[in-house]
Every structure is written in C-alpha cells, then in structure tokens.
C-alpha cells in the first residue's frame, strides 16, 4: 500500500485478555517504531526497530507488552492481560531509514478500549 | 519518556493571526521535528530542521531552533480554521530515536 497501514482500527476487550495489534509499514522503510497516545496526550514511546539491529524496547511499560517485527516487515504488539490503564491509541511509525534526517509516516492508529 | 515540552499547551486564535508554539528539550539532538495531528490519529510531519540550522521555512510555517537554549518555535502565519489541530515537536534523542513532546493545542476561530 502506499501508505502505513494498521488493523484493526477499533478494538474493544475485556479486562485480562490479550490483544493484537498489526502493522503494515511503508515498502522498503527499514525503521519501525510504535507509539502511545493517552486521551488528550503526547506521544509515549514504546519501541523501535530498525533493520536486522536489536530493537530498542527501552519505552515498553511492562512485561505484558511484547512486539516482533518478521521479516523486517510487518510487526505485531502484543499486549497481554490487558489493563484498563492500556486504553489508549497505539501507533505506528515508519521511516525510510535510521539516516538521522529522515521524517516518520503514521499510520491511523488503533483505538484499543478495554473494559 | 519524554524529550520534548511544548509551550503553551493550548492556543486560541482568530483566522489571519499568527500563531507561535514553543518546544524545549534535553539532550544533544543532529535534528527536530514538527507534526500535526487532526483528529487524535495519525501524525503528518511538517517540516525538520537540523541541528546545524537556525532557521527553516516552507509556506507559512517558520520553524527556528536555537541549540544553546535546547529550544525551538514553530510559527504559523496568517492562520486558518483548517489549521486548527494539535502541534508536536520531536527529537532524535542522542541521534537515536524519535521523541515526542505533549503537544500544543491550536484552535483558529473563523
């Protein structure tokens, strides 16, 4: 696509179960990152990937979130026991490479709501 | 974490005026950059200025940055309702990663 897509959209769970959240980034980016945003908050980093190196996950809360980029294509977050304090809108980010001037394209976003 | 800091954290202004948002931050950076985002979603990035710059301008956006304040501004002219959105500086924090500030809140009343 020709743009950075994420699914699903909206995502409504339970308490105490586990969500997966996709996305598709931009063909070719190599850096990937995700991010998380509180009602009416910043950006709170999560983490970021950038081509075969060790993910940076410095910015995950807790150990009930995990993520994997395969194929340095596609990545899963994964969020395990949901809490209601992990309602928020999760995003994605690519961008063309780790050069140090390069802009990040978002994607929509999930809206994660857990009840 | 958090690089960046936003000032102020809403603006209310008329459509024609000017609008001005400040961003400070913490470590050494090679660059900083400013978003929009309507809507609460996706993030559509504005302009970049590098570290070795002081001033950059694309349309009616004037981005500065001063490396010794660790600080920079974003201005808007001659402002309209559609550029009504919140206003985010981020920061390649030690050349590493993307930082985002809390943003700034624009509303341009027409």
């Known amino acids: 696509g020709a743009g950075v897509s994420q699914s699903p ?5 339970e308490k105490g179960k586990d ?5 598709d980034p931009i063909s ?13 908050q910043g950006l709170e980093f999560l983490i970021y990937f950038q081509g075969n190196s060790a993910p940076d996950k410095s910015g995950l809360p807790s150990d009930r979130f995990s993520a994997e980029r395969t194929g340095g294509s596609v ?3 994964t969020i395990q026991r949901t809490q209601q304090e ?13 050069g140090i001037n390069e802009k990040l ?11 | 974490s958090q690089q960046g800091e936003e000032d102020p954290q809403a603006l209310s202004i008329q459509e024609g005026e000017n609008a001005t948002m400040n961003c400070s931050y913490k470590t050494s950076i090679n660059n900083l950059q400013w978003y ?19 001033e950059k301008h694309s349309g009616r956006l004037r981005v500065t940055l001063d490396t010794s304040k660790k600080s920079s ?5 001659a402002s309209r309702a559609a550029d009504t959105a919140s206003y985010f500086c981020a920061t390649d924090e030690y050349g590493n990663k993307l930082v985002f500030g809390a943003g700034t809140i624009l509303r341009v009343k027409s």
């Open chain 1, 9 to 13: 959209s909206n995502k409504v769970t």
């Open chain 1, 19 to 23: 969500v997966e959240l996709r996305c």
């Open chain 1, 28 to 40: 070719g980016h190599t850096a990937l990152y995700w991010y998380r945003q509180s009602l009416g």
């Open chain 1, 75 to 77: 990545s899963t977050l």
């Open chain 1, 86 to 98: 992990d309602s928020a809108v999760y995003l994605c980010a690519s961008s063309l490479s780790r």
């Open chain 1, 105 to 115: 394209f978002f994607g929509s976003g999930t809206q994660l709501s857990v009840l």
């Open chain 2, 36 to 54: 929009r985002q309507n809507s609460g979603r996706g993030l559509v990035h504005l302009i970049l200025i590098r570290s070795n710059e002081r």
């Open chain 2, 73 to 77: 501004s974003l201005l808007i002219t």
